[in-house]
């Protein structure tokens, strides 16, 4: 699952630079199956993920975040 | 290393590598299953030496599929070093003999030195590399998927020093080592173990098997500089 990993940090990499379609609804799928495994869905549950870049500054860190989805269902379709 | 020698080397290696990849995709990940069943079949067939002109041919269509599926490259510098494996081969296979099918299959060796020499170079500009910090960060917080045991090593600021130094000298050098054969086999022994040790610790194991498949042309370009001079 190592490279799975990676392709959805190309996909986040990919919204930082230019946001698309496809790199949005990349991340949902893999968002929606994750908290899936999670807890059990329900109906008109909404979910939203964000792009967070983490930085080292001196001794500590600095975050920003990049991009932050819309709200969107937990199902598909709206319904389990 | 003859040309055929080394393009028939790179064939077995690149089928490995593809045939790796599709197997995680189909029994693994699942992700793009029907996808990467097409290039492992295609991958079968290289393998064994059958119709490899066609193969090859064939293969590049199927990386255009592969590309369209995932916008771009699904691995990043990985894939996009299988991509250009699997190109100049088939360029290698389809251009005229002689100096056309050389300068294709050499074209591929010098971006390998290149992929080590521009990776060096830009660490050291990078005054983050030169001090530590950098490898530091990402064993500290990185996105790569490090295992948390590995995250402590962020803490040992001494070893990654010499870490990134052993990398930035190791990877700037490469070039020199075409000059001489044993030379070449040494540097290509430790890119080896470079590549493997950024799989265990980064996950990071297509890389692995990509540059392996590239190294015959290296072998071959260095024989074809040396027989030359």
Redesign the interface.
């Known amino acids: 699952m190592r490279n799975e990993s990676l392709f959805v940090m190309s996909c986040a990499e990919r919204i930082a630079l230019h946001p698309t379609p496809h790199s949005i609804a990349q991340i949902r799928h893999r968002v929606r199956a994750d908290v899936k495994q999670l807890t059990a869905p329900r109906i008109k549950t909404n979910v939203q993920f964000r792009v967070v870049f983490v930085q080292g500054e001196g001794a500590g860190q600095s975050q920003e975040t990049v991009f932050t989805s819309d709200p969107f269902p937990l199902t598909e379709f709206g319904c389990p | 290393m003859t040309f055929d020698d080394a393009l028939r080397a790179t064939e077995l290696l690149l089928a490995l590598a593809f045939l790796q990849q599709s197997a995680?995709h189909v029994f693994?990940?699942r992700?793009a299953p029907k996808l990467f069943a097409i290039r492992g079949a295609l991958s079968f067939l290289l393998l064994f030496g059958l119709q490899s002109q066609w193969v090859l041919l064939g293969l590049c269509l199927h990386s255009l599929a592969v590309l369209h599926r995932?916008?771009?490259?699904?691995?990043?510098g990985s894939d996009r070093m299988g991509l250009l494996v699997l190109f100049c081969l088939c360029l290698a296979h389809w251009a005229p003999d002689g100096l056309w099918a050389q300068a294709a299959f050499g074209y591929l060796a010098v971006q390998v030195m290149l992929s080590y020499f521009v990776s060096g170079q830009v660490k050291i500009a990078n005054p983050d590399w030169r001090g530590g910090?950098a490898l530091?960060?990402v064993f500290?917080?990185s996105?790569?998927?490090v295992t948390a045991s590995l995250r402590d090593l962020s803490k040992r600021p001494r070893l990654l020093w010499w870490a990134s130094w052993s990398a930035m000298v190791f990877e700037v050098l490469f070039p020199i080592s075409v000059l001489n054969p044993t030379v070449l086999a040494l540097f290509l022994a430790i890119a080896f173990c470079f590549h493997l040790a950024n799989a265990c610790l980064f996950?990071?194991?297509?890389f692995v098997w990509f540059w392996l498949a590239s190294y015959p042309s290296i072998f071959w370009l260095q024989g074809r500089i040396l027989d030359g001079a």
Request: aromatic share 18%.
């Open positions: 995680e693994g990940s992700v995932f916008q771009g490259p699904y691995n990043g910090q530091r960060d500290g917080f996105a790569y998927p996950g990071l194991n297509r």
